[in-house]
């Protein structure tokens, strides 16, 4: 019995519905149709801008124009990939052993319920500031939420310092890009209003030679015009908003469910009460580091013997090998999100069976790795998963 | 990380693991990762509660440095701004300097104090900094506190 080992990345046996790239190095959303059309329409209206109106504009003013738009459109889109390609933040779900814990931390201070009566909803309450906050238990990640995360329904992620999900830049905004994202509708901003205004220059200038109708129809360039006048009011009022947002040191996702909002005498005890402190806070912060462990190892012993032609790997979610049991990250206790009800009365006794039979995991596909949205699982090899985008 | 668990398991013949501890976050103080210094009762006959407090304690000092927000988290911000923070790709970060430093502490702490009391101090950042896991191990043979329940844990980590 030859046995062979199989070496892969752990990103492909992440759960969650997020798409990696470059083995693992970039992660995104699944739905990236609108990121696509994000850079479509900031690289479209840039070339055309440089194409038709900088030459002219180099000529006759000055030819910083054009340099000072260049070195904006690649910050822009340096801000645009950051935030698209890193990770917000994932908290990654409990290990089984981690999330039995806390099943019977809870089970022991659930005591007291009456059998038959409906347990307490899952909360745990924390004072920060002398403001009481309450962590929620997420029933798909088997933990208690730290404060201020939250779980993407669209990526199946706890998120830390969720913002909100955004389809324009495929990704969660969270902890980790919140700054790179705020930079980049910042930057967008102001390369929309400066390609706005001088391409108004640019008819004006070429109207004065040429007569007004006659500059239009000979050059493109007016395009860039119209898409600025448009996307302008959005991106600025967005950079408006989110820059009031990060002098009160809230979330969008706090915005919305109105947790600060002082009704009840709540204030957000997060806020250091000086809008310089929190602008600081937010984007001068320390750079934090992703605790998703993408990129680690996992060798995985295939058993294969002579018999077995052609099959040189067995699907790996299948094989019950030592290794791969204490990294699922699934624990075969809840099974659905929201009927605890349901579950509550059958968990000791499903508590007990769940060790022995881990390999019935119920929540398998919740494990299969990588996924693009064409793309099933299949017992191909590793390296045949890295995603193209 | 790995590799070292199997070394420090190897080199305690005889042991298997009895059942894991988990040092939940303190989230008093807001968002800053920090660890709470109550003592598991799991670990009362293990290891003294003083030696425990200091590791907690020292970490949290250690967490703290990391995410200090200062003079230095200032330049480091705004220089990384400024070259489009591609900087990064060539840069330590300040938290990753520190989170360097974490390691190596935990490495020494499970040589020196905790393993040979039969414990072993998993990484936070392994975990996605939500606990810190004391993994307790028992010498075969004497069956100590195991219940089904430990038993069953240990298979399900083989």
Request: charged residues 20%; aromatic residues 10%.
């Amino acid at each position: 019995m030859i046995s062979k080992k199989a070496a892969s990345r752990r990103w492909e046996k992440l759960p969650g519905k997020n798409t990696f790239c470059c083995d693992g190095r970039v992660m995104m959303a699944r739905q990236k149709g609108v990121f696509y059309l994000t850079l479509f329409l900031i690289v479209g209206t840039c070339a055309l801008f440089f194409a038709f109106e900088c030459p002219y504009l180099a000529l006759h003013l000055s030819p910083a124009i054009p340099v000072f738009a260049i070195l904006l459109f690649l910050f822009v889109m340096a801000m645009l990939l950051r935030t698209s390609f890193s990770d917000p933040g994932v908290l990654p779900r409990a290990l089984p052993e981690e999330a039995t814990f806390i099943e019977m931390e809870i089970e022991a201070a659930n005591a007291n319920v009456p059998a038959g009566q409906r347990p307490p909803p899952r909360i745990r309450n924390v004072q920060i500031n002398s403001q009481i906050v309450k962590l929620k238990y997420c029933y798909t990640c088997k933990i208690f939420r730290p404060p201020r995360a939250s779980h993407c329904s669209i990526c199946d992620n706890c998120v830390d310092r969720f913002d909100h999900h955004c389809p324009w830049v495929g990704n969660c905004v969270g902890k980790r890009n919140y700054r790179y994202f705020y930079l980049f509708t910042l930057s967008l901003s102001l390369l929309t209003i400066y390609i706005f205004a001088f391409d108004i220059v640019h008819v004006v200038l070429r109207s004065v030679d040429s007569g007004f109708v006659n500059t239009l129809k000979e050059t493109p360039g007016t395009y860039p015009l119209l898409v600025c006048f448009f996307t302008l009011w959005s991106v600025v009022g967005l950079t408006g908003f989110h820059t009031y947002l990060i002098s009160l040191n809230q979330t969008t996702n706090e915005d919305i469910k109105g947790s600060w909002s002082g009704k009840n005498r709540v204030q957000n005890p997060y806020s250091h009460k000086n809008i310089i402190k929190n602008c600081c806070e937010v984007l001068c912060g320390p750079a934090y580091p992703s605790v998703l462990d993408r990129r680690g190892l996992m060798v995985e012993e295939l058993p294969t013997s002579a018999s077995l032609d052609g099959t040189t790997e067995v699907p790996l979610s299948k094989a019950p090998s030592p290794h791969t049991a204490p990294r699922k990250t699934t624990a075969p206790l809840i099974p659905n999100e929201h009927t605890p009800e349901d579950v509550k009365p059958g968990i000791a006794a499903s508590l007990e069976k769940s060790h022995t039979s881990e390999e019935e995991r119920m929540p398998t596909p919740l494990n299969t790795p990588c996924k693009s949205p064409t793309q099933d699982r299949g017992p191909s090899s590793p390296k045949e998963k890295v995603q193209k985008l | 990380m790995a590799t070292e668990f199997h070394n420090l398991h190897d080199l305690r013949q005889g042991t298997s693991l009895a059942t894991k501890v988990f040092i939940q976050r303190d989230y008093s103080d807001g968002t800053i990762c920090k660890f709470q210094t109550k003592f598991p009762s799991e670990l009362e006959s293990r290891i003294e509660r003083a030696l425990f407090e200091d590791t907690v304690k020292t970490l949290n000092s250690f967490y703290c440095e990391a995410e200090k927000i200062g003079g230095q988290s200032y330049l480091e911000g705004c220089l990384a701004c400024a070259t489009a923070y591609i900087i990064f790709l060539c840069m330590e970060t300040q938290y990753e300097k520190v989170l360097k430093k974490i390691s190596t502490y935990i490495q020494e702490q499970n040589e020196k104090i905790y393993g040979p009391r039969g414990l072993l101090i998993t990484d936070p950042i392994e975990r996605g900094m939500r606990v810190i896991e004391i993994s307790v191990y028992e010498d075969r043979g004497s069956s100590g506190s195991s219940s089904s329940r430990s038993s069953s844990a240990a298979s399900s980590t083989r």
